[in-house]
């Protein structure tokens, strides 16, 4: 009887199971891109305050509420877009103090220009007498950003410099000389912004009586053209019956720059000063700052971009001298700029430096006597977080524990008293207070959306501000691949990182297709344990393996290997690619003839060499938005890695994928926005002519008047319908 009763109750156990198992959703496109139904929550506009005891950070969009972190709990609301009194302010889209607080500046009607870039209307909110101003009534600004005293502010606004004093409304005209295509005051050009992420190009002294600033004189840096159509999302009626020939100064591989200058602003006298930043106009000035005691520093790299040097400026007369330089066999990195930080009253710097072989902070006298090396190992710092004063301790993120992985670390600047902060397995991010008495830490792993918790300096946790309970429950629900990490070793011997996705009812005794997604661009990194619901949940639900590895040329592992692809961009990635199908090819629960890869940009660029060069080993490819010879490509970004195609010729064309054009074999999707400002079509239309050329079938489409990123309307989620599809009919 009760072996009866047994067998009753673990058939029951099994209909249980099995009827959940039914009732679980698969995720779908719309789910994604429609609905936008997995994204996780965060804690959004957090800001520490001046007395490290507290923070900021918006409630919704609409209030700015001030919070303890001793108990994570509100202490004040700041301010509501009810207390502006103007219809205008539905929303607080973003907001910056003043540096005593007393003032905070905020804008609307945003309109982008290019990635970083864009115009709105600025407004100064008033603590003291609950007043809002306006920036300026004469048009929209650009990068309207307060005196440190809270008086005036700066802005760009077509291509001219201006101060607005708060309390006459008096607008100052700095420069007038700003014009479109040739002359930029106070904002960098096309491609500093997009390559040297550098947004503002001009920067208050500490006392507020200097504005420093750069001149882009962009006259003889070549133009591109883009065809602007009228299209639907949104329609632009006059480019109806007669497209728009859309002008911009775009530099490729081996034309002329910018030639920048900078300037100092004395606001009580009104003079202008040029400061010295040698005679060599062939070259980049990639950030301007001051120290703490007023003394402008400026940025000057060679166009190689393997000579960096750090100049003290005098504000006054103009005069400079280089305190610091930083010197590479191959490149210095620009993801290193913004770690330049003065400490113990400008009397020495932090800065991070490759020079023995991975990324580490360096401790520097303020003439640029190295002190001591602040952080040692066969491993990199991903990120400079801060330096307590009081306490004389360095924060940093670093891949020491996995390449795969982010930790939080505190350590002493003679390198000593390190300790490890976080506590779980995944990727760290940490925000400190002013006092470096307290941070709040993102963390999320594969399985685990971001966690949002506040901590004390030691590590304790305090409280948990955010634990994105709502999104786990919902995921219950819902058919859900993890990642499994592994790597192997490539036939020359290098060890790779990866992770694959299976489908929830795999079976190892069946063979199933496999897609490889991957964007393998230089210090990149796609192999990362970090949560992110995308389409490739779609893709294990519709029974395909996907995978990713992480080639050489990619991130966290130190820079040899992510430097190995210097002058040589894409041989080295591709063959790490075809080696990576190879090995999966191999696995008994994969189809080796239904090997399909997939990237975007850069990672489409690698798709059509894999699909060329490595044919054999492909049957899919769906390259989005790819370069397909770095001659079209800009100049900052390309020399950095490439030199200029005069100096290396064969680097550009041997990997190239339209030199391959003949060698394609399997089913290719290559999809483009027209207004791709950054990687033109041109590059879509150039390999296409060489496979007509070669006869070689193959599948494109174009989106009309979209960006890099295929977005607006119904557009993105149009194009991951069209890819889902391609892979139906062809993998």
């Excluded at 959940?20 to 719309?30: A, D, F, H, R, V």
Aim: one cysteine or more; aromatic letters at 14%.
């Amino acid at each position: 009887m009760k072996r009866k009763l047994f067998v009753l109750l673990f058939c029951l156990l099994e209909i249980t199971l099995f009827s959940q198992n039914i009732e679980k959703k698969g995720i779908t496109l719309s789910n994604l891109y429609q609905t936008y139904s997995f994204y996780p929550k965060t804690v959004r506009g957090l800001q520490s305050m001046n007395d490290g005891l507290n923070y900021t950070a918006l409630d919704g969009d609409s209030v700015l509420i001030k919070y303890s972190y001793k108990t994570g709990e509100p202490v004040a609301t700041l301010v509501s877009v009810s207390d502006f009194n103007n219809p205008q302010i539905q929303e607080i889209q973003s907001y910056i103090f003043n540096s005593d607080e007393t003032k905070l500046i905020l804008y609307i009607n945003r309109e982008d220009i290019y990635r970083h870039s864009f115009t709105a209307d600025y407004f100064v909110w008033d603590f003291k007498s609950h007043k809002l101003f306006p920036v300026s009534l004469n048009g929209s600004q650009r990068l309207a950003t307060l005196s440190p005293d809270g008086t005036k502010v700066a802005f760009v606004r077509k291509n001219n410099l201006f101060i607005s004093d708060l309390a006459t409304s008096a607008e100052k005209q700095i420069t007038t000389d700003g014009e479109f295509n040739k002359i930029i005051n106070g904002a960098p050009d096309w491609v500093y912004e997009e390559e040297f992420e550098y947004n503002q190009a001009f920067a208050w002294s500490p006392d507020g009586n200097y504005l420093a600033y750069c001149k882009f004189n962009e006259t003889e840096v070549p133009v591109f053209n883009m065809t602007l159509y009228a299209g639907l999302e949104p329609k632009i009626e006059k480019n109806g019956l007669y497209p728009e020939n859309y002008e911009f100064k775009y530099p490729k591989a081996g034309e002329k720059n910018s030639v920048v200058t900078v300037h100092s602003y004395q606001v009580k006298s009104g003079e202008t000063v040029k400061v010295d930043v040698g005679t060599e106009p062939d070259q980049y000035i990639p950030r301007l700052k001051w120290t703490p005691i007023g003394e402008m520093v400026v940025y000057r790299l060679n166009r190689l971009q393997n000579k960096l040097e750090f100049l003290y400026a005098d504000a006054i007369t103009g005069k400079s001298s280089v305190f610091y330089t930083e010197e590479n066999s191959r490149y210095i990195d620009e993801d290193y700029f913004d770690d330049l930080t003065f400490i113990n009253n400008g009397q020495q710097f932090i800065y991070s430096s490759e020079r023995d072989g991975f990324a580490h902070l360096y401790l520097h006298a303020a003439n640029g006597t190295l002190i001591s090396q602040v952080t040692k190992g066969a491993w990199d710092v991903t990120d400079y977080l801060g330096f307590d004063a009081k306490n004389k301790l360095v924060y940093y993120q670093s891949a020491e524990l996995a390449a795969t992985q982010r930790d939080i670390f505190v350590i002493k600047t003679d390198g000593s008293g390190k300790r490890k902060l976080s506590t779980q397995y995944g990727t760290n991010r940490a925000l400190f207070s002013s006092s470096y008495a307290y941070y709040i830490n993102y963390f999320s792993n594969d399985t685990t959306p971001t966690l949002v918790t506040l901590h004390d300096a030691k590590g304790k946790l305090l409280r948990v501000l955010e634990d994105n309970a709502k999104l786990k429950e919902k995921l219950k629900g819902y058919k859900f691949s993890p990642k499994e990490f592994f790597n192997y070793t490539t036939s020359e011997g290098i060890t790779l990182n990866g992770w694959m996705m299976k489908p929830v009812d795999f079976d190892s005794t069946k063979k199933y297709p496999v897609l490889m997604t991957q964007y393998s661009g230089p210090n990149s990194q796609q192999v990362l344990d970090r949560f992110r619901v995308d389409w490739e949940q779609v893709l294990t639900g519709d029974g395909y393996i996907v995978a990713c590895v992480d080639g050489r040329g990619t991130g966290g592992r130190g820079e040899e290997f992510r430097k190995m692809t210097y002058l040589q961009m894409g041989k080295y990635e591709t063959l790490d690619q075809i080696e990576t199908a190879k090995y999966l090819g191999g696995l008994s629960f994969i189809d080796s003839t239904r090997i399909g890869i997939w990237g975007w940009s850069y990672g489409g660029f690698m798709v059509l060499n894999c699909m060329t060069q490595g044919a054999d080993y492909f049957k899919t490819g769906i390259a989005v938005a790819p370069i397909t010879n770095w001659r079209y490509y800009d100049n900052i970004y390309t020399e950095r890695f490439m030199r200029t195609p005069q100096e290396n010729p064969t680097g550009y064309d041997e990997n190239s994928p339209i030199s391959y054009s003949n060698k394609l074999k399997g089913n290719l999707l290559i999809c483009h926005g027209t207004a791709d400002d950054n990687v033109h079509v041109q590059n879509t239309f150039e390999i296409s002519e060489a496979f007509v050329q070669a006869d070689k079938q193959f599948d494109m489409f174009v989106f009309t008047n979209r960006n890099h990123g295929i977005y607006g309307g119904n557009t993105h989620y149009f194009l991951y319908v069209k890819m889902l599809n391609y892979i139906h009919a062809n993998l």
